[in-house]
């Protein structure tokens, strides 16, 4: 697959056909464009995933790298570093995401989800990116860290243009846009820490950051601060709220099953595991391989590139029974959704709470609903890493 283009029209609309033949190929291939190696099979992507020391999530390992940024270098953010220093990142900041922590804000998720609805549902109908998805999990990501909310869509388009980071290719232009947004997130960020390091304690993340509960030698740096926050601020509006879109144009693709979960509710806990199986937001992230190694066929040597495609594992035959079905009831196993090994997900438990409740209340209010437009019509963002929908507009069926 060295012609291998994930802006293709045919892969955009279904990359799971690709992935596939990438599943059954005798060797994983590599992609001139993505300059790396594609791994599809559950196991190998699971093994990458658990084998920090083989395969660094550092990019500045690689032999060419990626990284088009001063702020936020690789190795201080949570994502992009290896162990120790990811080890300490981790200590100091999951004690914001347990899972006590994330369900003290399942009623204001409720509250913000019905306010939503109640704007948008006036028409009768509502994007379901646009309308109720983005502006959910932007206002509990805002609310959370302390973010006014006249700011988040600054925010947001700062954020969306750091996104470009993990692009294959980035012509001259578009990159020094990424930087200009990058410097002025950051900026942001850094003038945020100062005042409220100058400020009496709030309940915003912010807030606890900044001032620290840690000793000085646990304190986060600034930089360390900010980079976490605009990990977070992605993964809201990239992950969290595609998931709920997805998830949504999964059910009305399998009617049954949208029916079936209307009518017992207690399918929900295994429905939110299935769904993410089935619909993953996050279709690949990446790895620099370390030391000579081989896998499925392919001799790697240190400073390449590996894609450890999660969306591709998730449906791997060998792992899972009809995976190209969605089964609500699914007894399903250790799906890849929100990663494994040391970057296991840290929002792994706000996103099933914000999941569930947009999913539910939705479902309540909006009975058996339907795309207003042929849902072969729609359109997804070309994006690699996400698989992302541009709307997904629905009314009561």
Not at 292 to 313: D, F, K, Q
Not at 317 to 328: A, G
Request: hydrophobic share 45%; net charge negative; proline share 7%.
């Amino acid at each position: 697959m060295p012609g291998f283009d994930p802006s293709d029209d045919a892969f955009v609309r279904d990359p799971h056909a690709v992935y596939s033949a990438a599943r059954a190929a005798a060797k994983a291939p590599w992609s001139d464009t993505l300059d790396g190696w594609l791994f599809t099979r559950y196991a190998d992507v699971e093994g990458i995933l658990r084998d920090p020391a083989l395969f660094s999530s550092d990019d500045s390992r690689a032999s060419r790298p990626r990284v088009r940024r001063v702020e936020n270098p690789a190795g201080r953010n949570l994502v992009s570093s290896d162990p120790p220093a990811h080890a300490r990142l981790r200590r100091l900041l999951s004690q914001e995401f347990t899972p006590a922590a994330a369900r003290r804000w399942q009623q204001r998720v409720e509250t913000l989800t019905h306010e939503l609805l109640d704007q948008r549902l006036v028409s009768g109908s509502l994007d379901v990116v646009a309308d109720l998805a983005v502006p959910l999990v932007l206002r509990v990501a805002g609310e959370l860290i302390g973010v006014p909310t006249a700011r988040l869509g600054t925010l947001r388009s700062w954020s969306e243009a750091e996104i470009m980071a993990i692009t294959p290719a980035l012509d001259p232009a578009l990159a020094d846009q990424l930087r200009a947004c990058s410097a002025q997130l950051h900026s942001y960020w850094g003038e945020a820490i100062a005042a409220a390091r100058e400020s009496a304690p709030t309940p915003s993340l912010l807030s606890r950051l900044a001032q620290g509960g840690m000793t000085r030698d646990e304190q986060l740096a600034d930089e360390e601060i900010a980079a976490f926050l605009s990990l977070l601020l992605r993964a809201a509006t990239h992950t969290t709220s595609n998931w709920i879109a997805n998830s949504v144009h999964a059910l009305l693709q399998h009617p049954d099953q949208l029916a079936q979960l209307a009518e017992a509710p207690a399918l929900e806990p295994a429905a939110v595991e299935e769904l993410l199986r089935y619909a993953s937001p996050v279709q690949a992230v990446y790895r620099i391989v370390t030391e000579p190694c081989e896998l499925h066929g392919a001799s790697l040597r240190p400073g390449e590139r590996v894609y450890a495609v999660i969306a591709s594992a998730n449906r791997d035959e060998r792992q899972f029974e009809d995976p190209d079905e969605l089964r609500l009831d699914r007894e399903l196993g250790a799906q890849l959704g929100f990663g494994a090994g040391i970057h296991v997900c840290l929002g792994a438990f706000m996103a099933r709470i914000e999941l569930r409740v947009a999913l539910g209340l939705l479902l309540e209010r909006v009975p058996h609903p339907r795309c207003v437009i042929p849902l072969e019509h729609l359109a997804w963002r070309r994006t690699w890493a996400i698989r992302e929908l541009e709307r997904l507009p629905v009314r009561a069926g």
